[in-house]
């Protein structure tokens, strides 16, 4: 799938409160990283993840599922297998009625879903990363395509 950076940048500039389902309170994960990174980047991440509601993360406690969520979010970020998908935008759908953007991550596609969602006004991008567009959208990728933090003077 191809979107244009035009929308991409919309989408992450226009965004202020994000679910992260499936987020892990493991900090080598990649859902736990993504997740921070939104919320130092200024984002309201929300985190939702079954296995670790009640418990806080990034100044925010973790909820077992979207419904639980309170008022508004403007994306949804979805950390699992593609098989899981569909139940996820159904649910997020329901929860949300005014929601722009769901995100499928790296290696999450749903046609199906993806349709359902589009039907009803919702943009979706898949197989993408909001980290990783943020940072090549935003200036923020360098040596190699990684934003390492570290300057050095012998490059």
Request: aromatic residues 8%; glycine residues 8%; neutral net charge.
């Amino acid at each position: 799938m191809t979107y244009s950076d035009d929308l991409l940048k919309s989408i992450l500039t226009r965004t202020r409160r994000v679910a992260v389902v499936g987020v892990s309170m493991n900090s080598v994960r990649p859902s736990y990283y993504v997740a921070r990174y939104l919320s130092l980047k200024g984002f309201e991440v929300v985190p939702v993840n079954p296995g670790h509601a009640g418990e806080i993360l990034f100044g925010q406690t973790v909820r077992a599922s979207l419904r639980e969520i309170e008022g508004p979010v403007d994306m949804v970020d979805i950390f699992r297998r593609s098989e899981a998908v569909p139940p996820i935008v159904d649910e997020a759908l329901d929860a949300f009625p005014d929601l722009q953007t769901i995100w499928m991550q790296i290696g999450v596609e749903h046609p199906a879903a993806a349709a359902k969602a589009e039907a009803r006004g919702v943009t979706v991008i898949q197989n993408r990363c909001p980290k990783i567009e943020y940072q090549r959208l935003f200036g923020e990728l360098r040596m190699g395509g990684f934003a390492t933090g570290i300057i050095s003077s012998k490059l």
